[in-house]
């Protein structure tokens, strides 16, 4: 399947931060291909992409701060600093294959339910 063809999918993925690249990730173990992330940004990450500033890190332990079925037992310190977040995420989005449904670039501003009885 072509992603770049569809004009219509049956999920829609806003954002590929830790909760966007999860919930792909299960719909890929599930077998469902049908589903697209729309990314604002030009990489995956969310906070982890986007926050920089001197000392970001992670509040929570890090064996914590990652998906249940990608533990990371490398982590450098118990409270991961965001360089090392943010590769971990980039890591998983390609690991489990979820990166050529990612479209980077795509702001969503607006959304509306669609109804079989809309005009």
């Not at 992603?3 to 806003?14: E, F, G, Q, R, Y």
């Not at 990652?66 to 600093?81: E, I, L």
């Amino acid at each position: 399947m072509n992603l770049d063809d569809l004009t219509h999918v049956h999920v829609a993925i806003i954002g590929s931060g830790f909760s966007g690249l999860g919930a792909a990730i299960r719909l890929k173990q599930e077998g469902i291909d049908d589903f697209v992330v729309l990314e604002r940004g030009d990489e995956v990450g969310g906070t982890w992409r986007d926050n920089t500033y001197p000392g970001c890190a992670c509040d929570v332990p890090s064996h914590l701060y990652s998906f249940s079925f990608a533990p990371n037992p490398d982590w450098t310190r118990a409270f991961s600093p965001q360089p090392e977040i943010l590769s971990y995420l980039r890591s998983c989005a390609s690991r489990y294959g979820v990166i050529p449904h990612i479209r980077f670039g795509h702001a969503v501003t607006n959304a509306a339910e669609k109804t079989k009885n809309a005009l």
